[in-house]
C-alpha cells in the first residue's frame, strides 16, 4: 500500500489549503489515519487524527481551524486547514494504522507567508 500525499503550496497568512492523501487501494481494519508535521529543528508533531468510526482529535493549536475528513471510501483522508498561520509551516505527513501495520506517505510542503 501506498500514500499520496497532496495538497501543499505556498499561501499567504490567514489562507487555507486543503491536503489529500490517497491510499493505493482500500485498507482493510483501518483503524486511525492522522496527519502529522514537522518543521525544520522540530519534532514532528500530531496535528490531526480521525477513526474509522469518525472521531476526532486535534492539536490545540489548530482546533477550530483545521478539520480532518475521510471519504466513505475511507481511501482518501483529508485535512482542511483554514486561517492559516506562519507557524503552521512544516511538512505535512499522513498516516494509516491498522490492526498489522503502519503506514506513513511522503511529506507535502506547506508554506505560510506572512
Known amino acids: 500500500v501506498q500514500l499520496q500525499a497532496s495538497g501543499g503550496g505556498l499561501v499567504q497568512d490567514g489562507g487555507s489549503l486543503r491536503l489529500s492523501c490517497a491510499a493505493s487501494r482500500s485498507i482493510r481494519s483501518t483503524q486511525y489515519m492522522a496527519w502529522y508535521r514537522q518543521a525544520p529543528g522540530k519534532q514532528r508533531e500530531l496535528v490531526a487524527g480521525?477513526?474509522?468510526?469518525?472521531?476526532?482529535n486535534y492539536a490545540d493549536s489548530v482546533k477550530d481551524r483545521f478539520t480532518i475528513s475521510i471519504d466513505n471510501a475511507q481511501i482518501t483522508v483529508y485535512l482542511q486547514m483554514n486561517s492559516l498561520k506562519p507557524d503552521d509551516a512544516a511538512v505535512y505527513y499522513c498516516r494509516w494504522r491498522t490492526a498489522s501495520y503502519d503506514y506513513w506517505g511522503q511529506g507535502t510542503l506547506v508554506t505560510v507567508s506572512s
Open positions: 480521525i477513526t474509522s468510526g469518525g472521531a476526532t
